[in-house]
């Protein structure tokens, strides 16, 4: 199974000129759909004098949720070509908005299609992709005398420890990779003899 995902680790922004009109395109990081809602409402607010305000987010670790505006441009000639540039990335999480000031010449379909693409590719190719890795969050919990093959087994799967909880047994909290998730179960309890409990963390 897959189990890392790209993003971007920051805001980018770029501006180009087509026949007058200026395209000032920003991509930001979101990982929600209220996220990148409240962000293209900020640059509408900020831009507030612009005529058009295009945008496109993918979202979710697997990206399967998505959105465009064309904000009153020709159906097609903007959210859509802003949505490809962020596909061609490879990326989710990301907002693309392109903010166009209107500059007296017509653009006519094919014009609009290629300015705003135009524009989001620039922003994309600023940013910075990084690759994250989606984990699941394990409770383990074992004697004290088990600890050693506890730790060493932690330490073998690279898993990270985000909470602990020390009494007559030692508790654990564990973000784990998720395609490795049941080979730490398995070799959790083989290495400790059953000796410890395994489950889900909430």
């Known amino acids: 199974m897959t189990d890392t995902y790209r993003i971007i680790a920051g805001p980018t922004r770029a501006e180009i000129k087509v026949k007058g009109s200026r395209f000032i395109a920003e991509a930001l990081p979101a990982s929600t759909p209220a996220e990148a809602e409240v962000q293209v409402a900020a640059i509408r607010k900020r831009e507030y004098d612009a005529t058009h305000h295009c945008w496109a987010y993918r979202i979710g670790v697997d990206g399967a949720q998505f959105r465009s505006s064309d904000d009153g441009e020709p ?24 903010t166009r000031y209107y500059g007296g010449t017509k653009l006519g379909t094919g014009g609009l299609i ?22 699941v969050t394990l409770k383990i919990r074992f004697p004290y005398d088990e600890t050693s093959p506890a730790m060493r087994l932690i330490e073998e799967m690279e898993a990270s420890m985000t909470g602990s909880t020390y009494g007559d047994d030692t508790e654990l909290e564990v973000a784990v990779r998720a395609s490795r998730v049941e080979a730490f179960r398995e070799a959790f309890v083989e290495r400790l003899r059953g000796r410890g409990v395994i489950r889900l963390g909430s």
């Open 75 to 98: 159906s097609g000639t903007a959210g859509a070509p802003i949505l490809r540039q962020i596909d061609a990335k490879e990326v989710t999480n990301t907002l693309v908005v392109v």
């Open 114 to 135: 290629r300015a705003y693409g135009d524009a989001a590719a620039a922003a994309m190719a600023d940013a910075v992709v990084r690759e994250e890795i989606v984990r």
